[in-house]
């Protein structure tokens, strides 16, 4: 321990509350009477008040307070332009994720994104338009024809391609297919088995039932039908014992249809990659359709006389637009969405702030609200520079907010060490708040006790005893009925008592008065005290 450190116990230690010091006041009174009545009987000695040194159990706490701040903090921003229909953010209030706390007027989103549809429907009309009228006016029926050639064969080139795809597809279809329908058979198999199961339950009940009204209508080893009472006692017992071996392998068989994919009957393709490939097939077929399509207007336009063709850049154009007309409703659709589905909490916590009311405008990338944390906290701590010593990372502490009571661990401590607004230098710390609940209060004062140091068997004195001296700590021993001055080193020092580590031993009588009138060498008896426990 420092010798900063001690001389802070110390000062804390000697002040003495009022109700204490009348009670010192009239104790010396009483000792300088006694002084004076053995001067003047000339006695030898006066009575002081000893303690005995013992060993016991010490505790160092440091204690210190923080303010409660959250590690985790969002803000939401609008994703769209749209006016505030209902607003439930609340500043103070606690929300759990996944709650819906702004929701939009989607009205103008929605007209918006029926005026983009039908731009994107007018860019292709259009593009449309001017592709079939320059096929009409084009001038050179040979080029178009080549042309026309050329699209022809690589129309039948994609169709030969599509159909070798959907070939594949159904043959993996059908393989999907196959396996589900074996997983179903295994399923039904299994089923009926435990329908069986169940029937041989029954079965078996109903003789148990029937040999035990059997039993109740027969007296003392009395027969019914050839049947002795124990035969038929034996048979009950073998009819649990049935039971219990059916509903053990009732319980087997649940398990294997568990491992199947549960209880249902249904066959065909089921699963994501049996439905991924059956859509895949489908929409395969339906652009083999459209190339089929594609190619019987080719063939059919190969007589078409054209005296004009777009430019390329023409073509470009034209799909440009197309392009831009498509992700303008693409745009349009999303923000409709994303207006529809609002703001909602992303895990629990507390609103801290609140920039949108109901009934304004949401402007898309403008400020709605800012949410705290209530479940990922900590306590922001400043401690002073020359205590920085009792900040180890990793340390446990108990965390007081009002009446509650939480446990913590010292997170991070800061490398150096600032001037506050006092101008006084501290350190600044971070102690987690490790079991955190809905008593949690952002931005309270919390109390923080740590455990600097602790021993289970130390030789320990009550800290008013021990004095300090400009050349170290040191006390008052009463030996052979004298008084003699005896420096100590002392260690983990508690609100109470003194861990000492070299200079007495266990049972040395020490002084404990404070009057002030102890002199090295002077004969005095001793008064034993008991030390107050504590820590």
């Given at each position: ?54 060993y ?24 769209v ?16 994720k ?13 007209r ?40 022809v ?11 070798t ?26 089923q ?22 059997q ?14 009472k ?48 059956v ?6 077929k ?12 080719a ?15 023409q ?16 745009t ?28 304004s ?25 020359g ?22 661990t ?14 006084n ?45 400009a ?9 052979d009925?004298?008084?003699?001055k ?50």
């Amino acid at each position: 321990m420092s010798k900063e450190r001690r001389r802070k116990y110390r000062r804390r230690r000697k002040k003495l509350p009022g109700w204490v010091i009348l009670p010192i006041l009239a104790g010396m009174a009483v000792i300088c009477f006694g002084i004076s009545k053995a001067v003047g009987g000339n006695v030898g000695e006066v009575k002081l008040n000893v303690v005995e040194a013992r060993y016991e159990s010490v505790k160092e706490v440091y204690h210190t307070s923080g303010t409660v701040v959250s590690k985790r903090s969002k803000t939401f921003y609008s994703p769209v332009n749209a006016p505030i229909k209902e607003n439930k953010a609340r500043v103070g209030e606690a929300v759990k994720k996944g709650d819906k706390l702004i929701i939009f007027d989607t009205k103008n989103l929605d007209r918006d994104n029926q005026t983009s549809r039908l731009q994107t429907l007018s860019a292709k009309y259009t593009s449309q338009d001017a592709k079939e009228q320059s096929g009409r006016a084009a001038k050179s029926m040979g080029e178009v024809k080549k042309q026309q050639d050329a699209a022809v064969s690589e129309l039948k080139t994609q169709i030969k391609k599509k159909n070798t795809k959907i070939q594949k597809l159904e043959k993996q279809v059908k393989e999907s297919a196959k396996q589900s329908e074996k997983a179903a058979g295994e399923r039904a198999g299994i089923q009926k088995k435990m329908a069986d199961n169940l029937d041989s339950q029954s079965i078996c009940r109903a003789k148990k039932e029937n040999a035990q009204r059997q039993l109740d209508n027969l007296g003392e080893e009395e027969q019914d039908g050839g049947q002795t009472k124990a035969q038929l006692i034996d048979e009950a017992q073998n009819a649990t014992n049935e039971i219990s071996r059916l509903e053990r392998e009732y319980r087997t068989f649940e398990q294997e249809l568990k491992q199947l994919g549960g209880e249902s009957l249904e066959g065909g393709i089921g699963g994501t990659e049996d439905s991924t490939l059956v859509q895949s097939l489908a929409q395969a077929k339906q652009e083999l359709e459209a190339l089929k399509s594609s190619l019987a207007q080719a063939e059919n336009s190969k007589q078409a006389t054209a005296d004009a063709k777009l430019t390329d850049a023409q073509i470009k154009n034209l799909k440009v637009s197309e392009d831009l007309a498509q992700m303008a409703e693409l745009t349009s659709k999303e923000l409709l969405e994303k207006g529809k589905e609002g703001i909602r909490a992303e895990f629990d916590g507390i609103i801290s702030d609140v920039k949108a009311f109901e009934g304004s405008d949401a402007i898309q990338g403008g400020e709605l609200f800012t949410l705290v944390s209530n479940r990922d906290v900590c306590v922001e701590l400043e401690v002073s520079a020359g205590d920085f010593d009792n900040l180890v990372t990793g340390e446990k502490a108990v965390v007081t907010m009002g009446k509650h009571t939480y446990q913590g661990t010292l997170e991070s401590v800061n490398k150096i060490a600032l001037k506050n607004e006092k101008g006084n230098p501290v350190i600044g710390a971070k102690l987690s708040i490790d079991n955190p609940d809905d008593d949690i209060y952002i931005g309270v004062s919390a109390k923080v006790n740590m455990t600097v140091a602790e021993k289970e068997n130390a030789l320990c004195l009550p800290n008013e005893v021990i004095n300090t001296a400009a050349d170290g700590d040191f006390v008052y021993v009463l030996k052979d009925g004298a008084v003699k001055k005896q420096k100590v080193e002392v260690g983990i020092v508690s609100s109470s008592k003194s861990e000492v580590l070299s200079g007495i031993e266990e049972g040395d009588q020490i002084v404990s008065d404070i009057s002030g009138n102890i002199k090295e060498g002077m004969k005095a008896e001793g008064i034993r005290q008991e030390a107050a426990d504590g820590e």
